[in-house]
C-alpha cells in the first residue's frame, strides 16, 4: 500500500481527482505492484513541478524550526555487472543539458570557490560538485544535482520566503548541517542549500562529518540492533531462495554474461540496471545477448515483494527502532530547546542514504511509505499556537505529502483535534519512552543489551 498524495499531481505527471482522504481505503484500492511505475518514482527524474503539502498551517501557527532529512540524488551505481560496459553516464555539470536548473550554471561557479566553509574531518578534501566525464562508482550525476536543487528551491518558497524562518541577516549559528563522508551526500546537501538559502555564504556553512549511516553519533554500541538486523538478513535471502522466477532469471542472465550466478547475484545487478533505466540507456548486450526489460521487471518486483514482506515480519521494524534512536533523540532534544525559546539551529539538514532514511519511516510508524527514491526528503516541522504561545505542535512530511497521521503515536490523535498536526510532547513521548516499550525496556541502553525474549 503506497501513500496517496493529498495534492491533485501525482509523481507520474497526471493529474487525478483531488483526494483529501490521507489513508486509502484496502477494500477499493488492492496494492497491485507494477514493477515499472515503482521504478519511475523511484528515478525520480525532474520534469514537472512538484507540489507539495510543506508550510501549511492555520494562520494563526508560527513556523519555528523545520529539520530536513534528504536522501542524496541519482548517482552512478556502487556496483558493476560483470563482464559488461558499465552505462556511458557523464557526470560533468553542462547547464544547457536536460535535466537542468536555472540557477545550475551559477552553482558551478559558487562551488568552484568554497574555500571558506568549515568543513568537519575529511569533507573539507571532498569535491563540491560532480566532475567527470565518465562518472565514477557512487558519484552524484547531474541528474542528482538538479533533483537537489530543485528541492532548495522548493522548500525556499514556502519556508524563507512565505513563513521567514531565517532572516537575510542570518547566521551560521541558526544552521546545523551534517553529511556522511560521501561526495554524493556532501554536493546532495550543498545542492539543497544553494537554492534554499536566503544567500548561500560559503563563511557560513559549518558541515559536520557524520561517520555512520544511520546517524547514531556517540551512540552506536547496541549489540540487539545488530541481532535484529543479522535476522532481517536471513528473512531476506530466505525469500529470495523461494522464488524461483527470480531464480531462472538470474540463471539466464549469468548465461548472458558469462560468469557463474552466484558471481551475478552478488554484484546486485538490480542498482546497475536502474541506473540504465532511470538514465533511459539500453540494458547491456553480449554475444551471448543482451540484458531485458524481463529481467529488469522480474529482479524489481522481488525487491517490491521482499519491502512488503519486510512490513510484515516486524524484524526490520525491531532493528529501526534500535537504529534511529540516537537520530530521533537529537531531532527531539533541539525541538524542545526551540520550543522554550532558544533561537539556535532552527532550520536542520542530514544529507544521508536510503538506509539512513527507510529504518526513520518504519521506526516513526509510516509504513505506507515508498522505499525512498533518489533526493527523497522527509521533514519534520515545529509549530507555535499563536493563540497559547506555550504550546507547539509537529508536522512530518515524506517527500511533500502529510504523513503526520500515519505515525503511530499520532494516528488517533486528529480524530479529536480540530489542528492538522500533532501535539510535541507525541513525538517526544514516543521517542524518550514508548520507543523501549517492544523490548520491555525503559532505555536505549537497556533495550540494546537485553537478549531478545
Not at 484496502?26 to 515503482?38: G, S
Not at 554500541?221 to 531464480?247: A, G, I
Not at 560468469?259 to 538490480?270: E, M
Not at 538514465?279 to 518486483?301: D, Y
Request: hydrophobic content about 35%; aromatic content about 10%.
Amino acid at each position: 500500500v503506497h501513500l496517496i498524495p493529498v495534492n491533485p499531481v501525482r509523481e507520474d505527471g497526471l493529474n487525478p481527482k483531488s483526494r483529501k482522504r490521507i489513508m486509502p481505503d484496502l477494500l477499493t484500492e488492492p496494492p497491485a505492484i507494477d514493477p515499472v511505475y515503482e521504478a519511475q518514482v523511484y528515478c525520480n527524474v525532474p520534469s514537472i513541478a512538484e507540489r507539495s503539502m510543506e508550510g501549511h498551517a492555520p494562520h494563526y501557527f508560527k513556523l519555528v524550526s523545520v529539520q530536513v532529512l534528504i536522501r542524496h540524488g541519482d548517482r552512478y551505481p556502487l556496483y558493476a555487472i560483470p563482464k559488461t560496459k558499465r552505462p556511458d553516464i557523464d557526470c560533468m555539470l553542462v547547464p544547457s543539458r536536460k535535466p537542468s536548473h536555472p540557477q545550475l550554471e551559477a552553482f558551478i561557479k559558487h562551488m568552484s570557490k568554497g574555500s571558506a566553509a568549515q568543513m568537519d574531518g575529511s569533507l573539507s578534501s571532498l569535491p563540491h560538485f560532480p566532475s567527470h566525464s565518465l562518472c565514477e562508482m557512487g558519484e552524484l550525476t547531474q541528474t542528482g544535482v538538479v533533483q537537489h536543487l530543485r528541492n532548495g528551491q522548493l522548500l525556499r518558497q514556502i519556508y524563507i520566503n512565505k513563513h521567514k524562518l531565517l532572516p537575510s541577516d542570518w547566521t551560521a549559528k541558526q544552521l546545523y548541517l551534517e553529511t556522511t563522508g560521501k561526495s554524493r551526500t556532501l554536493q546532495s546537501a550543498l545542492a539543497l542549500l544553494y537554492t534554499f538559502l536566503p544567500d548561500f555564504d560559503w563563511k557560513k556553512i559549518n558541515m559536520r562529518h557524520q561517520w555512520s549511516t544511520i546517524f547514531c553519533s556517540g551512540s552506536c554500541d547496541c549489540p540487539m540492533r545488530n541481532h535484529y538486523l543479522e535476522e532481517e538478513q536471513r528473512r531476506q535471502y530466505s525469500l529470495r531462495v523461494k522464488n524461483s522466477n527470480l531464480e531462472k532469471i538470474y540463471v539466464d542472465m549469468a548465461k548472458i554474461v558469462g560468469v557463474p550466478t552466484r558471481q551475478l547475484r552478488a554484484s546486485n545487478p538490480i542498482d546497475s540496471l536502474l541506473c540504465y533505466f532511470c538514465h533511459n540507456v539500453s540494458f547491456p548486450c553480449t554475444k551471448a545477448g543482451c540484458i531485458g526489460m524481463e529481467h529488469f521487471k522480474v529482479i524489481k518486483r522481488h525487491q517490491l515483494e521482499d519491502e512488503r514482506e519486510r512490513q510484515e515480519k516486524k524484524l526490520y521494524f525491531l532493528y529501526a527502532l534500535l537504529a534511529t534512536h540516537p537520530l530521533l533523540n537529537q531531532t527531539v532534544n533541539r525541538l524542545q530547546r526551540i520550543a522554550e525559546g532558544k533561537k539556535e539551529e532552527v532550520f536542520v539538514l542530514y544529507s544521508a542514504h536510503d538506509v539512513t532514511l527507510s529504518p526513520v519511516l518504519s521506526a516513526l510508524g509510516i509504513t505506507e511509505a515508498r522505499f525512498p527514491r533518489f533526493a527523497a526528503r522527509l521533514v519534520f516541522e515545529l509549530w507555535q499556537d499563536g493563540k497559547r504561545p506555550k504550546e507547539h505542535f509537529i508536522r512530518i512530511l515524506y517527500n511533500g505529502a502529510d504523513v503526520t497521521f500515519q505515525t503511530s503515536f499520532c494516528k488517533d490523535h486528529y480524530k479529536r483535534s480540530s489542528k492538522p498536526m500533532c501535539p510535541l510532547e507525541k513525538l517526544v513521548n514516543f521517542v524518550k519512552r514508548d520507543m523501549f516499550l517492544i523490548f520491555n525496556s525503559t532505555s536505549y541502553y537497556d533495550a540494546c543489551h537485553r537478549r531478545a525474549l
